[in-house]
Nanobody, 126 residues
Framework: QVQLVESGGGLVQAGGSLRLACAAS????????MGWFRQAPGKDREFVAA????????NYADSVKGRFTISRDNAKNTVYLQMNSLKPEDTAVYYC???????????????????WGQGTQVTVSS
């Protein structure tokens, strides 16, 4: 049974930083691309960042490019999202997700991810 557990969310002032972590278990973590998505109140879930199974390829939403960095540590079965220069509009529940197929490329499409964590709240105050 695949499990994804996010941590690291919280309340931060605008301009501050947070690092989210997502610990995975239940299958060979290093074989699967991972993604981060977020959902703000009253809005649809949106793509934030993704990383390939090997870690050598990343994708970012335009809204976070240059501020957020996705990375992974396959030895620790963990994917990270370093968030810098946070803005109030970054406030959302952040979810990590694991791709459906082994060695499939990272993608922005949420339907390509088979497993999701429970989410962690990030609140950025102005």
């Amino acid at each position: 049974q695949v499990q994804l557990v996010e941590s690291g969310g919280g309340l931060v002032q605008a301009g501050g930083s947070l690092r989210l972590a997502c610990a995975a278990s239940g299958r060979t973590f290093s074989n699967y691309a991972m993604g981060w998505f977020r959902q703000a109140p009253g809005k649809d879930r949106e793509f934030v960042a993704a990383i390939s199974w090997s870690g050598d390829s990343t994708n970012y939403a335009d809204s976070v490019k240059g501020r957020f960095t996705i990375s992974r540590d396959n030895a620790k079965n963990t994917v990270y999202l370093q968030m810098n220069s946070l803005k109030p509009e970054d406030t959302a529940v952040y979810y990590c997700a694991s791709r459906d197929g082994a060695f499939a490329p990272a993608t922005i499409r949420s339907l390509a991810y088979a497993y999701w964590g429970q989410g962690t709240q990030v609140t950025v105050s102005s």
